[in-house]
């Protein structure tokens, strides 16, 4: 198995983020933000920040860069700092002040007085559920509402009250913050009318576009290199504020400038995950059989609407047979920080509001909440004639429970001395998407291949990826393959978001392989080649002709040439009019829980997971492994708190907790492997959000499990437990 390819650049040190970019003149911005949560700055009082040692600039609303509205073709509408005076949350970025060292920015930045004009804020949740609105097109594309009812029934409430058994409940998930380990930050160098952005961010060329657009240049004109990304998980899908404030600053000074946030500040300079109301209702007959599912759902979003959290959608959407079915998603616009995609947005949350019901309806039911799982399996999503391409969501279960021993599972737990020992399970499913892609292939002279695509690997393996699926595709040793990504002038890769990048970027490779080796074999029966009119194959690096053969590195030296490149592109066609397609999972946890101190442990966790072929079997098991970690770190630790005024409570890695090292157990992961190829000819699926998907679920069901204590909502705290 191919070892990560970044691993050892990125142990070393050797691997440069985007803040390792240093060049000479450089200079450094810091961020100011806002201190109030609703309002409009009046003024800003900044001549004593301009007359501090060092300060070369100070950047406000009423000095600004002057940004434009921009937007990304994927993530749609991105924030852009300073174009207008309004204040719409506590931490919102106001300003940056520009020092020749970063201590002098810093220092500066404090010096900054802003006075505002306040008016009301509304920061509380619970206050603007009163005033939520329904969501009308949704960012995600979603419908507002839908419904789908069986012939003769009247309604969803109908159908509700016809089922032997319903059970009903509200459940809630926290806001979380993207805290990625290299917070948001840019380097910005402006150099014969060429823009160069060093930033780490999930697709260069989107972020070339997105800086085109709010710097009112030809994209031709943005460089956005980002080869090492330090996490993103959907917070760097968008361009971050830095990335804005030192471009815009850099060709304002005509130094290169540096700007990254705070720890502190990243937690309201960029956007969180949002918080999430949900209400399901599942009826079913008496043997268990689905009857009706309802699922409306609340999620927080900040003024200006930027993104909600698709919970109902998400799941109750797609996961089970239904005869009957009504989704809704409703936006509660609050005073807070903006909101964007985090790993599995829509699913994670929303599935542990769903499977924590499932669970539920299984109590009521006296049934095995696996069995009942089985028997509402689906073989499309609910109201669609569109069959899953492959799914095998039963192995799954058949699989983990064997090998997590559920047999033993008793229905009120067990007890090991002061501990109460509990089992749950949950479904996990993440739709397989695709985003076009394009990909260059360069043969070379000396017998190596060079692969590339604008895309980003964020620590997902992508780089890895893209040399393997380009060996396999070239019939090449990986060794021979130098793969290349995040850099804006290579062919437009997709974003390595929605799981999609492996998918996407590995059609095209297929596409562009085809394409170069054909030009290969073209080229050596060519006049004057050495295989002149000879009939032509390929395999193995070797162009085979009826005379003899040739690697391809001869042939191209043969023919006076040093290179022979195409490209190829890919993306979402006609066989998505023909299935329904997504990846699925069982999770299994084992949980502890102190019957004196409230306190839960995790001490097992199992994942199985169906998502096609797994192309390298390392790094797809860390993929999951680090979404099954996040999934306890979103059930037992993570929330943000928004105080009266607005400000975050707990806006620092000291408070906003995360588990640590000693809070996860082995976890053990599994695959299921059929290779979709309906999906893409390398037959994977996604495998990026599906690990994070159902975990909380299984851990709220494993505690209901070891002490019949029912928690609806996320993160379970030692208070909920005693
Ligand atoms: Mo991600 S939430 O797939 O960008």
């Not at 060329?205 to 080869?227: C, K």
Request: hydrophobic share 40%; aromatic share 6%; glycine share 10%.
């Amino acid at each position: 198995m191919t070892a990560r390819l970044d691993g050892e650049p990125k142990a070393t040190g050797r691997a440069k983020y985007a803040t390792d970019n240093n060049f000479p003149g450089l200079v450094h911005g810091y961020v100011v933000l806002s201190t109030i949560a609703s309002g409009e700055v009046e003024a800003m009082e900044v001549t004593a920040a301009k007359g501090a040692p060092g300060v070369l600039a100070v950047y406000t609303p009423f000095d600004s860069l002057n940004l434009s509205a921009t937007s990304s073709p994927i993530a749609g509408e991105t924030w852009t700092p300073l174009r207008d005076n309004d204040v719409e949350y506590h931490g919102q970025p106001i300003g940056m002040v520009v020092a020749e060292t970063f201590e002098q920015a810093r220092d500066a930045a404090a010096l900054v007085e802003v006075s505002y004009r306040r008016t009301p804020a509304c920061t509380s949740f619970e206050d603007g559920l009163a005033d939520a609105e329904v969501v009308a097109g949704g960012i995600m594309g979603n419908d507002a509402e839908i419904s789908v009812l069986a012939p003769g029934v009247e309604s969803i409430e109908d159908a509700l009250a016809a089922s032997a058994v319903v059970v009903e409940a509200t459940y809630r998930t926290a806001a979380q913050n993207h805290a990625a380990m290299e917070p948001h930050s840019a380097v910005a160098v402006w150099a014969d009318e060429t823009m160069t952005v060093y930033s780490g961010n999930q697709g260069s060329n989107l972020q070339a576009l997105e800086l085109a657009g709010a710097l009112d240049l030809p994209v031709s004109s943005v460089h956005a290199v980002n080869p090492y990304v330090g996490g993103a998980f959907g917070g760097k899908g968008r361009c971050s504020v830095p990335a804005f404030l030192a471009a815009g600053a850099a060709r304002a000074l005509g130094r290169p400038v540096k700007c990254a946030l705070t720890r502190e500040q990243v937690f309201t300079g960029t956007a969180n995950r949002p918080a999430t109301v949900q209400q399901v209702s599942l009826g079913a007959d008496e043997n268990g059989t689905l009857v009706a599912v309802r699922h409306d759902s609340w999620s927080s979003t900040p003024i200006s609407q930027t993104f909600i959290e698709p919970t109902s959608h998400g799941t109750s959407r797609e996961w089970y047979a239904t005869p009957n079915m009504a989704i809704s998603q409703r936006m509660v616009p609050l005073n807070i920080p903006l909101t964007t995609f985090m790993r599995a947005p829509g699913e994670a949350p929303g599935s542990f509001a769903l499977e924590s019901a499932m669970d539920e309806l299984a109590v009521a039911l006296k049934m095995d909440p696996i069995e009942l799982r089985r028997r509402n399996s689906s073989n499309a999503p609910p109201g669609n004639d569109l069959q899953w391409s492959s799914k095998h969501l039963d192995e799954c279960y058949s699989v983990g429970a064997r090998e997590f021993g559920w047999a033993d599972r008793v229905p009120n737990g067990r007890t090991d001395g002061d501990w109460l020992v509990g089992m749950g399970a949950a479904t996990a499913m993440f739709p397989a998407l695709l985003f076009p892609a394009t990909v260059g292939i360069t043969l070379n002279e000396d017998d190596t291949a060079v692969v590339s695509t604008s895309g980003a690997d964020p620590g997902t393996g992508l780089l890895t990826m893209l040399a393997a699926l380009s060996a396999e595709s070239l019939d090449l040793a990986p060794e021979r393959v130098t793969p290349r990504l995040g850099d804006s002038r290579y062919p437009a890769g997709g974003m390595s978001g929605g799981s999609t990048a492996t998918a996407s970027v590995g059609a095209a490779i297929v596409v562009a392989a085809n394409e170069v080796l054909d030009a290969l074999v073209t080229l050596a029966a060519s006049p004057g080649a050495p295989f002149e009119g000879e009939e032509v194959t390929y395999a193995d690096g070797r162009v085979q002709g009826e005379t003899g053969s040739l690697t391809f590195g001869e042939l191209l030296r043969a023919v006076g040439r040093d290179a022979l490149s195409a490209s190829g592109s890919a993306g979402p066609g006609e066989e998505r009019t023909k299935h329904s397609f997504g990846s699925w999972g069982a999770q299994f946890c084992e949980v502890r829980v102190h019957r004196l101190t409230g306190e839960a442990r995790v001490s097992r966790m199992l994942g199985v997971f169906d998502a096609g072929r797994i192309i390298n079997d390392t790094l797809a098991r860390s993929q999951l492994s680090g979404g099954m970690i996040w999934g306890v770190s979103a059930a037992l630790h993570e929330g943000l708190e928004v105080e009266p005024d607005g400000r975050l409570a707990n806006a620092d890695l000291a408070s906003y907790l995360v588990p640590v090292n000693a809070d996860i157990p082995e976890i053990d992961v599994r695959f299921i492997e059929y290779p979709d190829t309906f999906h893409n000819p390398v037959g994977a699926r996604g495998i990026g959000e599906i690990g994070i998907v159902g975990v909380a679920a299984a851990i709220a069901n494993a505690i209901y499990n070891a002490t019949g204590i029912r928690v609806r909502h996320i993160p379970i705290t030692i208070e909920d437990l005693l």
